[in-house]
């Protein structure tokens, strides 16, 4: 059983709810729930989301309509650390979460700043000679690495973000502590620690230097700018290891790697704190997606064990 669903002091209707849906969860982490055809010739492993489980909203609205079953009552709410760490947008890709955060920063009331990053090619030694002669600075601006630090980074006061380097562990700045923006500087960021066990200190983070290396770039990429992203929206990736009181899974593509739809699903602790929105082709809601699981995976453990 999925333990972000064992919870004491529950009646019977609740304790039998809770088991049917860590027995759906568990058969999606299994990849055992029954398959359906979407259109012949296509063999993926369609599964059926229920129906309960669906935001149901039109093709214009879908972003809004996401964000207000999380995030409820947010205008009254989005400086709340307890409101805000228990809920999340996630999604497989970083796009739609980037989109989701966009929409959000907007909600939130106050001005918006604007920090850009400094990107430069790096001189380290692997670096072909002269090969940042060969790039300009607005095409180095414009690349996107995932969880690596982005160019240009909208705040405002009360934004939540999320640390994506270790700073000061011992100050609980670590990499995926959540924080408050209190107070936006042009040199420095002041904040207030939402989760971890400095919860409602205040900290001060800087802008720091890392590189980033693509196989597909003849050189090292090398950026400055503050290790935090907005984080009202996450990726499943970003999502582990976190329980959620309300969940909101964006499918917006089908092909997942192994696993991760399970991981999106099984970070709510109750089925009520979970709704996802699947996009089909048209750009409407759909009620289908694929769940990648790679039962090899499983069996060479089980192997291993009995031999």
């Not at 739809?261 to 409407?284: A, H, Q």
């Amino acid at each position: 059983m999925n333990m972000r669903l064992v919870i004491d002091c529950l009646d019977s209707v609740a304790k039998e709810e809770i088991s049917k849906f860590s027995d759906w969860v568990l058969l999606v982490g299994d990849g055992t729930l029954p398959i359906v055809s979407r259109a012949l010739g296509d063999y993926g492993a369609w599964i059926q989301i229920p129906d309960d489980m669906l935001i149901v909203t039109t093709a214009g609205d879908r972003i809004r309509g996401m964000i207000d079953v999380v995030y409820d009552n947010f205008s009254f709410n989005f400086k709340d650390e307890t409101y805000l760490c228990k809920r999340a947008i996630v999604s497989p890709s970083n796009d739609v979460a980037d989109e989701m955060n966009s929409a959000m920063i907007l909600i939130v009331p106050g001005e918006r700043k604007e920090y850009l990053s400094f990107d430069c090619v790096s001189k380290c030694s692997d670096t072909v000679g002269n090969v940042d002669l060969l790039y300009t600075v607005e095409f180095l601006n414009s690349l996107k690495v995932n969880h690596f630090l982005d160019h240009c980074l909208v705040l405002k006061v009360g934004v939540q973000v999320m640390l994506l380097r270790n700073l000061n562990q011992m100050a609980g700045l670590c990499n995926g502590t959540r924080l408050i923006i209190t107070n936006l500087a042009n040199r420095i960021l002041e904040a207030r620690i939402s989760t971890g066990s400095n919860i409602g200190d205040i900290v001060y983070v800087p802008r720091i230097v890392l590189s980033a290396r693509n196989k597909k770039w003849p050189f090292t990429l090398q950026r400055r700018q503050f290790p935090i992203r907005v984080c009202y929206a996450m990726t499943i990736t970003k999502s582990q290891g976190q329980t959620l009181l309300a969940v909101g899974l964006y499918l917006r593509n089908p092909g997942f790697s192994h696993d991760k739809l399970y991981v999106g699903v099984s970070r709510v602790t109750s089925k009520r704190g979970l709704k996802i929105f699947v996009e089909d082709g048209d750009n409407g809601c759909g009620k289908y997606t694929k769940n990648i699981v790679y039962p090899e995976v499983f069996a060479s453990p089980r192997r291993s064990l009995s031999s």
